[in-house]
Nanobody, 126 residues
Framework: QVQLVESGGGLVQPGGSLRLSCAAS????????IGWFRQAPGKEREGVSC???????YYEESVKGRFTISRDNVKNTVYLQMNGLKPEDTGVYYC????????????????????WGQGTQVTVSS
């Protein structure tokens, strides 16, 4: 059974850091593109970052230089290291698996991803 489970969210002050984890079971992450998305209250879910099977990465413009996506094949887990957090980073963060052939380094679309995790809440507030 394909499953993704996010963890690592929490409450952090502006400027702080969090590391989110996306643990996979039922398949090997290294063969798929894995994306991170977030959904702020009252807003649509948006793509934040993606790592391809070849470990090419994509970042949405607002998180470039602050977020880093990585993968540990042994632990079958993808991480999202988030530094310099801002209040506008607040939301529920989800990871998902790309359905098919992802073009490395390109923006990610919701409809191209499935096997969504349950999400982890990130709140950036003083």
């Amino acid at each position: 059974q394909v499953q993704l489970v996010e963890s690592g969210g929490g409450l952090v002050q502006p400027g702080g850091s969090l590391r989110l984890s996306c643990a996979a079971s039922g398949f090997f992450l290294e063969y798929y593109a894995i994306g991170w998305f977030r959904q702020a209250p009252g807003k649509e879910r948006e793509g934040v970052s993606c790592i391809s099977s070849s470990e090419d990465v994509y970042y949405e413009e607002s998180v470039k230089g602050r977020f880093t996506i990585s993968r540990d094949n042994v632990k079958n887990t993808v991480y999202l290291q988030m530094n310099g957090l801002k209040p506008e980073d607040t939301g529920v963060y989800y990871c998902a698996r790309h359905y098919d052939d992802y073009v490395p380094g390109t923006p990610i679309e919701l409809t191209d991803f499935g096997s969504w995790g349950q999400g982890t809440q990130v709140t950036v507030s003083s």
